[in-house]
Antibody, heavy 122, light 107 residues
Framework: QVRLVESGGGVVQPGRSLRLSCAAS????????MHWVRQAPGKGLEWVTL????????HYADSVKGRFTISRDNSKNTLYLQMNSLRVEDTAVYYC???????????????WGQGTLVTVSS | DIQMTQSPSSLSASLGDRVTITCRAS??????LSWYQQIPGKAPKLLIY???SLQSGVPSRFSGSGSGTDFTLTISNLQPEDSATYYC?????????FGQGTKLEIK
């Protein structure tokens, strides 16, 4: 079945970097756009970034633009999120999600991984 | 950014009841609206997309309607497993945004 498994979360000091991974299985990873969505503890959902099926198009939320980079390796069925210059307010559970829509207008997230917790604290 | 506002923020209902959650966009988003269910400690799950299309595998008790700026999620014949937080999400442009969530408690 379709499965997404995030890894790489942990505790990191402000200003440092972290890279998250999302391993995909059960579907043709190279055919789908992918997203990262985060959720601060006890808060709502915040979209972070997207990447097209072939990696040629990427978009970022203003809150992470210039600090985070999304990438993918279709040969390894893996999505990445490189997070630099981390801030306390980046503390959240980070979810990867597949986009079955094929278009950016009308994008939706299905399914989601189980999430990985990133804590930014000194 | 397009702001999404849900109401109510929380509600309590009984087994078998029908409830409606509203989502309002700060500008017209056509039908680019999805609904998600999040059970505590779990990842969100897609329920409805394109405002009214039921995601495969989702019970038909869930339905969505609306277009433009006003949307609704209706859950009929409430079941214990419907206790969760529900989020709307717009995809009119690539600065995707979610509503703040509606927490549903089953009495």
């Amino acid at each position: 079945q379709v499965r997404l498994v995030e890894s790489g979360g942990g505790v990191v000091q402000p200003g440092r970097s972290l890279r998250l991974s999302c391993a995909a299985s059960g579907f043709s990873f190279s055919n789908y756009g992918m997203h990262w969505v985060r959720q601060a503890p006890g808060k709502g959902l915040e979209w972070v970034t997207l990447i097209s099926y072939d990696g040629s198009n990427r978009h970022y939320a203003d809150s992470v633009k210039g600090r985070f980079t999304i990438s993918r390796d279709n040969s390894k069925n893996t999505l990445y999120l490189q997070m630099n210059s981390l801030r306390v307010e980046d503390t959240a559970v980070y979810y990867c999600a597949r986009d079955p829509s094929g278009v950016w207008a009308g994008a939706r997230f299905d399914p989601w991984g189980q999430g990985t917790l990133v804590t930014v604290s000194s | 950014d397009i702001q999404m506002t849900q109401s109510p923020s929380s509600l309590s209902a009984s087994l078998g009841d029908r409830v409606t959650i509203t989502c309002r966009a700060s500008q017209s988003i056509s039908s680019y609206l999805s609904w998600y269910q999040q059970i505590p400690g779990k990842a969100p799950k897609l329920l409805i997309y394109a405002a009214s299309s039921l995601q495969s595998g989702v019970p038909s008790r869930f339905s969505g309607s609306g277009s433009g700026t006003d949307f609704t999620l209706t859950i009929s014949n409430l079941q214990p497993e419907d206790s969760a937080t529900y989020y709307c999400q717009q995809s009119y442009n690539t600065e995707y945004t979610f509503g703040q969530g509606t927490k549903l408690e089953i009495k």
